[in-house]
């Protein structure tokens, strides 16, 4: 059965608007959860590591002001992408991993920012 | 920067062995191989995975070389399904970030 569920799977917004995508652990209490863009026949790319507790940590060239990420619980990663732009339409995937297992990933959501 | 390098793209006939390489020259000591694969639009499934010595289960088999430079992703009976992006990545613990390559892109062809 699935390992992680991420939700929406697919959103519509405004321009300017704000999104919160969901990513949650089913099977374990997760520390750490992983954020991840992917651009149309592009690899992935990683923007951000969510620690459960504290801030997250974000890649180079990522604004963490514009992709708020929030951790609260040891199930639940939030990431918010506010004041929303065409450019920021793209595929967003969390993944976790316990330790000693595989990361697992979500389904993915496909934001589409009109 | 990824730390795996794969070819872009390969072709396998349905019905027979898909064999995908990977290098990982700078791997150390600790770190495992691990191989992932996505379907179009979804998000990257879990193969398999190993540090040392050869794996199967019930999708596939990993074969690392004994310098550990190396390894390939077998699938025995390739089929349509199949057809996908794998991915070869490496890492040390479930903390550990995970940077993905371009991967491999797989067609099984009829």
């Known amino acids: 059965g699935a390992v992680v569920s991420q939700h929406p799977s697919w959103v519509i917004c405004k321009s300017g608007t704000s999104v919160k995508i969901e990513c949650r652990s089913l099977?374990?209490?997760?520390?750490?959860m992983f954020w991840y863009r992917q651009f149309p026949k592009q690899s992935l790319m990683l923007m951000a590591t969510?620690?459960?507790?504290?801030?997250?940590?974000?890649e180079q060239g990522v604004e963490k002001d514009k992709f708020l990420i929030n951790h609260a619980s040891l199930t639940l990663s939030t990431l918010t992408v506010t004041s929303a732009h065409p450019e920021d339409s793209s595929f967003y995937i969390c993944?976790?991993?316990?330790?000693?297992?595989?990361?697992?990933f979500g389904n993915g959501t496909r934001l589409t920012v009109t | 920067d990824a730390k795996t390098t794969q070819p872009t793209s390969m072709d396998c006939a349905e019905g027979r062995a898909a064999n995908l390489p990977c290098n990982h020259s700078?791997?150390?000591?600790?770190?495992?191989v691990y191989w992932y694969r996505q379907i179009h639009s979804q998000g990257p499934q879990y193969i398999i995975h190993?540090?040392?010595n050869n794996e199967t289960n019930e999708m596939a088999s990993l074969i690392i070389t004994e310098d550990r430079k190396s390894s390939t992703l077998i699938l025995p009976h390739a089929t349509l399904r199949d057809t996908a992006v794998y991915y070869c990545?490496?890492?040390?613990?479930?903390?550990?970030?995970?940077?993905f390559g371009p991967g491999t892109s797989l067609s099984v062809i009829p």
């Open positions: 993944s976790v991993g316990a330790i000693g297992s595989p990361l697992h």
């Open positions: 099977d374990f209490q997760a520390t750490t």
């Open positions: 969510s620690n459960e507790g504290s801030k997250a940590t974000y």
């Open positions: 700078t791997i150390s000591g600790n770190e495992y």
């Open positions: 190993g540090l040392k």
């Open positions: 990545i490496v890492r040390w613990a479930s903390y550990d970030k995970v940077i």
